[in-house]
């Protein structure tokens, strides 16, 4: 019986890992191996999870990577979003619609072009003079997640120190004071 179970997700997780890139409608989507639009290509959309974007040429579509990096020296006609990794825009590139990375650092070349928002939640951007946001550009840095999570810290220190001063005023209790010799 354990066995059979062992198997059966050695199996499913031979199968997950053996699996090829899907490809629907000229989309790239990937899991574990990099994304790679050469400067004469041009694909629909590009799907990354734990890997990364690099476009060199055309992305009609959207961008969005889960665990890897995104570099755009290209376009990207809509939105590029990234969780957990980086984006970098190299000189010249543009994003059409939206441009959204959280946990994670954005960086803008000189003359990158973003064609509405641009949002960085807990993480750094670095923007050339020359690139443009349409809209608004919101940056979170990670650093003000910091300050309450030391503060928690610092609380549940202190609340065990004392718990534990507590317990060894208890304890002491129990002797005559001075505690004889």
Known sequence: ???????????????????????ADNDAVHFGSDIN?????????????FCSVNVQGKV???VVSFFGHVHIAGAANHDVVNFFGG???????????????????????ENTSVGHDMVVL?????????????????VQPGWILDFP???LIVLFIVAI??????????FLRQFPFPPPR
Request: hydrophobic share 50%; net charge positive.
């Open 37 to 49: 639009v050469p400067a004469d290509m041009t694909v629909h959309d590009a799907v990354c999870f």
């Open 87 to 109: 984006v970098s825009a190299e000189d010249g590139a543009t994003i059409g619609q939206d441009l959204v990375s959280l946990f994670g650092n954005v960086r803008l070349g």
């Open 122 to 138: 807990v993480g750094g951007a670095q923007i050339a003079n020359s690139a443009f946001v349409g809209h608004d550009r919101v």
């Open 60 to 62: 009609n579509g959207d």
């Open 149 to 151: 999570l030391i503060l």
């Open 1 to 23: 019986m354990i066995l059979r179970r062992l198997f059966a997700w050695l199996l499913a997780a031979g199968l997950a890992l053996a699996a090829a890139p899907a490809r």
């Open 161 to 170: 120190y004392e718990l534990r001063a507590y317990r060894r005023r208890q």
